[in-house]
């Protein structure tokens, strides 16, 4: 096949080899309609179609690339490493250096297990909470996504969210059952469902701030009562900040609301682009696992050299001081989480993005959310704030499916679906950033 067959006649071939045409379903854009797109490359802030049109990306892999595409410090020393061969199936000095770096970003992570994706994060996760307590049951909220594992794909967001298939052909309904789920930022559901199962629950999973069902943020107080009841309880409490782990904070949400769970799951931008992924937490949860302790867990491909080189990477990058065009004044640079820094310039710059695009919507008085935290955002449309999954859903998706393909137009990819974010990198700079927001102000007219 050569450069250049339009994206349209390879997604007929594709079909033909691939389900669907594609390796991960909201890749279809079957919740916008059309054609999706063939990505030949990206470069900075940007992807090229196959047939060489450009457009700014809001999109980034969906998370990971927090510094854009092809880095030159990343693509340099992934070069480098790769010269030394692609897998050993043995331990590597670097393995170490990561998983003390990830403790340094999240001291809750005493031990931690690097897998290749974040499914395998979770799913291990949760193996391991039901092997530490004993206990079968699960806890998650309704719309939370944490991968492709059999017991959470049950009212699940992300793909699940979109297609209107809250659980999976394929799956037991004993397994589900063992799954409970409640709607976030419901305090009394939280309350009752411990109350009435607290001891056979082996852990309560949850993104911190739900991501997959579009972003929402936690009420205040929310997260600090799964704390309580899980504590209370003896239930785990798990994190799946493979979202928000590095992005809305160097340590996570689980940093930017001061809650610490008994297990973190990261992923995304850990790898920035390689697969990569991880869970950890309380060291004597941690040594529960084989083969010193009876939970089984294992990957040929864990700890991949060039992944962990890539992961290394991009965390001394996150922990660099920040923005170049602040004066001079190294003693300003010294704090990784400060205003100067790479996240806090990024989420000063996103903010102000945000304000103008919300002041607008206010303005003209539109039936649209603006739901932000950080750098990642969503909007929803619909006249009334989103705290929920039965909110997220009363969404209008015609009226999304034609913005997005307005702003695909003009230049702009976001994530082709209503139910999930959109995240500003470090290489969006303020004229990339006024140029979306003319942008997504044209699309919005019908
Ligand atoms: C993307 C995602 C996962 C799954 O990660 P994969 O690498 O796609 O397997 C799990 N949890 C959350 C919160 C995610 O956003």
Not at 7 to 20: Q, V, Y
Not at 92 to 120: C, D, N
Not at 274 to 280: M, R, S, V, Y
Not at 319 to 346: I, N, W
Request: aromatic share 10%.
């Amino acid at each position: 096949m050569k450069h250049g067959t339009s994206s349209k006649n390879l997604f007929t071939l594709a079909k033909k080899f691939i389900p669907s045409g594609v390796n991960s379903p909201v890749r279809a854009f079957r919740a916008v309609g059309g054609n999706p797109l063939f990505i030949r490359r990206g470069k900075g802030a940007f992807i090229w179609d196959e047939e060489g049109r450009c457009y700014l990306d809001f999109c980034a892999s969906w998370g990971p690339l927090i510094f854009g595409h092809a880095p030159e410090g990343l693509v340099n020393i992934l070069r480098r490493e790769l010269a030394n061969g692609t897998s050993f199936g043995a331990s590597t000095r670097k393995e170490v250096e990561l998983a003390q770096k990830i403790y340094s970003f999240f001291p809750s992570m005493e031990k931690v297990r690097l897998v290749s994706s974040g499914t395998e994060a979770v799913m291990s996760a949760v193996r391991l909470a039901r092997g530490f307590t004993g206990r079968k049951k699960i806890l998650k909220i309704d719309g939370g996504y944490h991968g492709h594992v059999d017991s959470l794909l049950v009212k699940a967001g992300s793909g699940g969210a979109t297609f209107g298939i809250p659980d999976s052909a394929g799956i037991p309904e004993e397994l589900a059952r063992l799954t409970l789920s409640i709607p976030f930022n419901d305090f009394r559901a939280l309350e009752r469902v411990f109350k009435k199962e607290g001891r056979q629950i082996a852990a309560f999973i949850l993104e911190p701030i739900p991501a997959n069902m579009g972003v929402i943020l936690p009420q205040k107080d929310y997260l600090e009562l799964a704390r309580q009841m899980t504590k209370r309880y003896g239930a785990l409490l798990i994190f799946d900040e493979v979202i928000t782990g590095f992005r809305v904070s160097k340590g996570g949400a689980q940093e930017y609301f001061k809650v610490k769970p008994d297990l973190t799951c990261l992923g995304k931008i850990l790898g920035g682009g390689l697969p990569i992924a991880a869970f950890g937490g309380r060291r004597e949860i941690m040594d529960q696992l084989a083969p010193a302790g009876p939970v089984y867990q294992a990957g040929t491909l864990s700890g991949n050299p060039l992944a962990v080189t890539a992961a290394l990477w991009m965390l001394d990058r996150l922990q660099a001081s920040g923005s170049r065009l602040q004066a001079p004044d190294h003693k300003m640079h010294t704090s990784s989480s400060g205003p100067c820094s790479v996240l806090g310039t990024l989420n000063s710059r996103s903010e102000i993005f945000f304000n103008k695009l919300r002041h607008f919507i206010c303005e003209n008085e539109m039936p649209v959310q603006l739901n932000s935290v950080a750098s990642m955002f969503t909007l929803f449309f619909t006249p009334d704030s989103v705290t929920d999954y039965v909110a997220a859903k009363k969404s209008n998706t015609k009226r999304f499916a034609k913005f997005f393909h307005n702003c695909l137009e003009y230049g702009i990819y976001l994530a082709p679906s209503q139910f999930e974010a959109n995240f500003i990198s470090t290489v969006h700079n303020d004229s990339h950033l006024e140029r979306a927001l003319s942008v997504l102000k044209k699309g919005f007219i019908q």
